[in-house]
């Protein structure tokens, strides 16, 4: 194990980090990791409305984000808008489906790999693909 090793180790965020998986801070950890995220450009007006709400209105302002910042060069805001619509509505019909499909427990392993397979990540980046292309691909054709 080299050095970069133990800088990245005992670097305080990842002590931070430890200390924060391990709840030393208790009901504290929140305020803690709000702050922490500042640099990412994290919104505090997530903290108050919790988990299911924020990642819904997440994705919905992501949607709309699309609609503003939009480079007629690439194809990016349209690839970011249709994984966001996937994971927004159709990730979750597909977890609802399979969730109330027939079979019982003969069938739940199935059912629960495919409900994993069609809900990733991945997943919304294949069907972004398919739609409008390679994430960044350019679209202006007078920009080569």
Do not use: H
């Amino acid at each position: 194990m080299g050095d970069d090793f133990w800088g990245r180790a005992l670097s305080g965020d990842s002590a931070l980090l430890g200390l924060s998986r391990a709840d030393v801070f208790g009901a504290f950890d929140p305020l803690l990791n709000a702050f922490a995220g500042l640099r990412f450009q994290r919104d505090f007006s997530n903290l108050m409305i919790g988990a299911v709400p924020t990642y819904f209105l997440g994705a919905v302002q992501r949607i709309t984000q699309g609609f503003n910042r939009n480079s007629p060069k690439t194809n990016t805001a349209e690839f970011n808008q249709l994984k966001e619509l996937y994971q927004l509505a159709v990730a979750p019909a597909i977890n609802v489906g399979l969730s109330w499909a027939p079979g019982g427990p003969l069938l739940a392993p199935a059912y629960g790999g495919t409900m994993m397979a069609l809900t990733s990540p991945n997943a919304s980046d294949a069907v972004a693909e398919a739609f409008v292309g390679a994430k960044g691909a350019k679209t202006d054709p007078g920009d080569e």
